[in-house]
């Protein structure tokens, strides 16, 4: 009686476990969608319903992000702003034209002549007729060192902004990367959970069928529904990690917040780590926090000679055509016949400068002061760059290696589970053994998706020097 009750529940435990999990078949990989995914049609149909979720790839979910990102829009809005700065400081080298028309009344003063004339003169001396128009054209011209290095400094410091740009372009790919396969990875996880929750309930009711008939003790029973409560806790948990890294996606995706979509990339999809020598030469080539500091040190020498123009010369030059005349008009009539008011005139100046109690010296050094911090900060820059090649790269071939070992551990502990349970049925094990398969079940699942999820993170992180996301 014992032998054959003993064979009908190891016969049943089996098919239920072999269905949910077979030995040479990897165990948490394929993980059945627990979101409104599961209760809408694959968006591959042909007729598309409304109320489907959204399918995201990866790269959908990059370029929505740096479309809704504010902090990648403010990095762009700063790069912008310095390409304007640059095209002004050009402007300012060529010469402007200006047009100005005004007109002057001054109060008469008359004076007669000895033989009873009556002429009209001015009040002020210094103006020149009682009615003066003046609408001339202006074309200036101000040549100085100091523009031209102006000029120099905020074409480097464009060229710095556009490289914090793409750092915070690649930065906003890693943030990307991580949650959408972390919001990937606790899917999987939940699914794990729940698998686990419902072994742990059959054999709850494996040991209470077992203690009926006298083939185990109450503490058996105990123990499973201690396991029981431990799983139902470590489900509700999944269940809310996997609600936040949904929410936590969502939010940096979508304008209008909705978390009504569904992933579309496979966390443990084959993603090739690229050779070492591609990754270093790539690495040393577009690193943008390379650019960042060498166009400071670019701006900051820029800096030091326009202080140092101020040592020297400038030249002003002007072109004036137009009317300055009593009348508002091409020609003026007079006893002798019209006067053409149309004419020009030219002006070159030379500014010296002589004396201004230190200040310029007092620039020089301050720009010198920034320009040697500048290459300080570009020798760090570089040492920081081949520490985080090797960094990285290792992490990467570290996650890489890893990767098989974790799968396999999971495949191995989904084994040891159906073993050891077979095992308890068959009174060869203890209630201690079951439970310990079950907790290094669980802990193999949820290594197996951490260790995908450090993978393409530590991917993510190599394209921050390379700016080449490793996709399959």
């Known amino acids: ?20 999990q077979q030995p040479d ?23 598309p319903n409304p109320g489907a979720p959204q399918r995201v790839t990866l790269q959908d979910a990059i ?12 990095a762009v809005t700063d790069a912008g702003i310095a390409r304007e700065d640059r095209l002004q400081a050009r402007d300012a080298l060529l010469p402007t034209a200006t047009f100005d028309t005004s007109a002057l009344y ?4 008359y004076i007669t002549t000895p033989t009873g004339a009556t002429n009209s003169t001015v009040k002020f001396i210094a103006n020149n007729a009682p009615h003066e128009y003046v609408s001339q054209g202006n074309v200036h011209e101000q040549i100085d060192v100091a523009a031209f290095a102006s000029y120099r400094r905020a074409a480097a410091l464009a060229a710095a902004a556009k490289a914090r740009s793409e750092v915070a372009s690649r930065g906003l790919v890693v943030t990307v990367v ?23 309930e059959k054999f709850l009711q494996l040991t209470q069928d077992l203690e009926r008939h006298g083939e185990v003790a109450h503490s058996d029973v105990i123990k499973a529904e201690l396991q029981v409560q431990d799983r139902r806790r ?6 809310l990690a996997f609600l936040n890294a949904r929410l936590d996606l969502a939010v940096l995706l979508f304008p209008d917040f909705t978390d009504n979509f569904e992933l579309a990339d496979e966390l443990h999809a084959t993603v090739p780590l690229p050779p070492r020598e591609e990754f270093e030469s790539l690495a040393a080539r577009d690193n943008p926090d390379i650019r960042v500091a060498l166009s400071a040190v670019q701006a900051a020498g820029h800096d030091v000679l326009s202080a140092r123009a101020g040592y020297l010369p400038s030249v002003g030059l002007d072109y004036w055509y137009g009317i300055d005349a009593e009348h508002y008009a091409t020609y003026t009539p007079t006893p002798d016949g019209r006067v053409h008011n149309l004419g020009y005139a030219a002006m070159a100046s030379l500014t010296l400068p002589l004396w201004n109690w230190g200040a310029t010296q007092s620039k020089v050094r301050q720009s010198e002061l920034r320009r ?10 570089q040492r920081k760059l081949l520490a985080e090649m090797r960094s990285l790269y ?13 799968q396999r551990s999971a495949e191995l502990a989904a084994d040891s589970l159906r073993l050891t349970t077979l095992r308890y049925t068959n009174g060869e094990s203890t209630v201690l053994e079951v439970v310990d398969a079950q907790t290094t079940f669980a802990q193999a699942s949820a290594a197996y998706q951490d260790g995908a999820l450090r993978y393409r993170v530590a991917l993510a992180n190599l394209q921050t020097l390379t700016g080449v996301l490793t996709t399959p």
């Open 1 to 20: 009686m014992r032998l054959t009750f003993r064979l009908t529940l190891a016969s049943l435990l089996s098919a239920c476990l072999s269905t949910a």
């Open 25 to 47: 078949s990897p165990a948490p990989q394929a993980a059945p969608k627990t979101h409104a995914s599961a209760q809408t049609p694959p968006s591959s149909s042909p007729v």
């Open 63 to 74: 370029a929505l992000a740096r479309k809704n990102d504010p902090v990648f829009h403010s």
């Open 106 to 109: 001054t109060e008469p003063s």
């Open 178 to 200: 991580q949650r959408y396969f972390a919001a990937e990875a606790a899917e999987m996880k939940l699914a794990s959970a729940s698998r686990t929750a419902d072994e742990g």
């Open 234 to 239: 470590q489900r509700e948990d999944a269940q």
């Open 372 to 381: 040697d911090q500048s290459k300080l900060e570009l020798s760090l820059a």
């Open 394 to 406: 290792s992490e990467a071939e570290t996650a890489l290696n890893q990767q098989a070992g974790l």
